[in-house]
């Protein structure tokens, strides 16, 4: 079996932690394509595709938001396995039809968050500990999509046939988590800010790698899938013979 191919459209307007996380945490080769600057895949011959954080918010009035959702709708009706990831998952869910609000409060931290079960979460413990920074959430979820993974703050996780969305942020390292929140300060204010901070140690981050096992079961569906279709297509020509 060749090795997987993914897409990974990167929204990060500074893309260089984004960068190096997902390259990290996908076992497969990784097509890169910068979004912010309308940089996307003119195909869908991929494996996967996966769309990262960013700082902006999906409802904005950004040239490159629009062609970015279009994509993955794309994707997702080609049957790709796609997965979204922070802002990638509010992409994904108003690519299938769903809705982004902005929120009255902003979860930054690390966190507790439940899943309902799914083989995106095997050997993730119904409660897990994340990362999560986001002040936008998904809250209508796309027509037919399965609610899977939820906290006081809404929406975590869904799935809507080969996609997923997650809000949280498994890539993160302690120094994306760190510089992330520290760049908040504008927006959230000194102490609250510095109370984050001191809570990310490296027990709160080895915690929360658990939930890193959402990559590796991310490209075994998609493994699985691809040997699947070429069963099929092999079978489709042999009926030809």
Known sequence: MTRLRFALLNAAHDGANTRRNFRRELDADLAEFDA????????????????????????????????????VAEAADAGLPVLGVCYGHQVLAEALGGRVSGMDDFEIGYNTVTHHGDELFTDVDSEFTVFTTHGDAVVDLPPGAELLAENEHGVHAFRDGHCWGVQFHPEYDLDTAREVTDGKR???????????????????????????????????????????RAGTDAGSAAADD
Request: net charge negative.
């Open 36 to 71: 912010t600057e309308g940089h996307l895949p003119d195909h869908t011959d991929f494996d996967g595709v996966v769309i990262t954080g960013s700082r902006s918010s999906v409802y904005w009035d950004e040239a490159w938001i629009p062609p970015l959702v279009d994509y």
């Open 186 to 228: 504008e927006r959230l204010g000194d102490a609250r800010v510095d109370d984050v901070l001191a809570d990310i140690s490296p027990e709160q981050f080895e915690a929360a790698c658990e939930a890193k096992a959402i990559f590796d079961n991310f490209a075994a569906y998609a493994r699985d899938l691809q040997a699947e």
